[in-house]
């Protein structure tokens, strides 16, 4: 067996296609074919089932994907620790996140760490959970970032900081002037929801399960600022991180009501796969994430001051012996 067969039967593994490898690797497709059957006749087995134009890895295929992986990532490291040896006066990370952190704080992150390390160049993909979790598994990233835990033998998992997650509605929809609504209320009422794979459409869905609500699936959007708009204009309702709506709720575009009960908090993770080596500057970037003051109560201010003015009120009725509640009181 060549390296550079292996390098091209990985590429094939990866990207599941011969063309998309071979534009990868800026070869000829007839050239990564030749590469590939010459590595099947050394072996003198199939590593790959062709059905038409797709194509699946064989059993024999898996096995040698998965060393493949490992020899390919062990030259990264290699890399990476060379660069250690050269004073870190260069260096890159790759990173993976889930849109409400890929946009509502990893910029921030990043801004911080880049005044420390100036010369790293940091390379940021954002998707859904699971397109994260396969990036870290494939060795794509060297860290992800998730709001929904994930469950692999390969995946390392750090907690970071929790978010609360809100359902908001438009000024004059009839939630708008509750404090609290119970799980049997969203029963027919028009859901917007992220698409799948999100993991707020996970929780949601969670929510909504055997508890007795049917609500409508009126639409799925798989952006946060299209979803904040079609509910702005009255197409339906939805559950989103109070981060993602602050500056809509602090304008009075959308209003954020909570479900009876404990409030909903997701966990922030940050991952990485257990062979991953992690180098001193991945360290030092894993180092910035965890000490970063995410605030996990991102209400707006005004919002945060009303919600403790009340809570006085309150202890001062029950004091007086009232029990009586304002309906627009937020739980604090």
């Known amino acids: 067996m060549h390296l550079n067969q292996l390098w091209v039967f990985y590429h094939v593994a990866m990207h599941k296609s011969f063309s998309q490898a071979a534009d990868a690797l800026c070869l000829t497709q007839p050239s990564v074919s030749s590469q590939v059957k010459l590595l099947e006749d050394a072996y003198g087995l199939k590593l ?6 797709s194509i699946k890895l064989t059993s024999t295929g898996e096995i040698l994907y998965s060393y493949a992986e490992r ?31 890929g946009a509502y704080y990893l910029p921030a992150i990043i801004d911080l760490f880049r005044k420390k390390y100036p010369w790293v160049e940091i390379q940021m993909d954002v998707g859904y959970t699971q397109n994260v979790a396969e990036s870290i598994l494939t060795f794509k990233s060297d860290l992800g970032l998730i709001g929904r835990s994930v469950s692999h033998p390969n995946i390392v998992a750090t907690p970071l900081w929790k978010e609360e997650l809100v359902l908001i509605v438009p000024p004059n929809h009839r939630f708008a002037r509750c404090r609290t609504i119970s799980v049997s209320q969203l029963q027919d009422e028009p859901f917007i929801m992220s698409e799948k794979g999100s993991g707020v459409r996970d929780i949601t869905e969670e929510i909504l399960s055997g508890k007795g609500p049917s609500p409508r699936i009126v639409m799925e959007l798989g952006e946060n ?30 209003k954020a009501v909570r479900l009876s009960g404990a409030r909903i908090m997701r966990q922030f993770s940050i991952i990485h ?15 910035e994430v965890q000490h970063f003051p995410a605030d996990e109560n991102a209400l707006p201010r005004e919002e945060k001051k009303i919600s403790s003015h009340r809570s006085r009120l309150r202890k001062e009725r029950k004091k007086r012996g009232s029990i009586e509640k304002s309906p627009l009181d937020l739980p604090d």
């Not at 030259?75 to 060379?82: F, G, L, Q, R, Y």
């Open 48 to 53: 790959f089932e062709r059905f038409g134009r």
């Open 71 to 101: 020899i390919f990532n062990l030259t990264k490291e290699a890399d990476s620790v060379i660069e250690e040896v050269k004073g870190m006066k260069s260096g890159s990370i790759k990173i993976s996140a889930s849109h409400t952190l």
């Open 225 to 254: 600022e299209a979803i904040k708009h079609a509910v702005a204009s009255g197409l339906g309702i939805t559950f989103i991180s109070a981060t993602v709506v602050r500056r809509e709720l602090a304008a009075g575009i959308l």
């Open 273 to 287: 796969h257990k062979d991953k080596y992690l180098s001193h500057l991945i360290k030092a970037f894993l180092d």
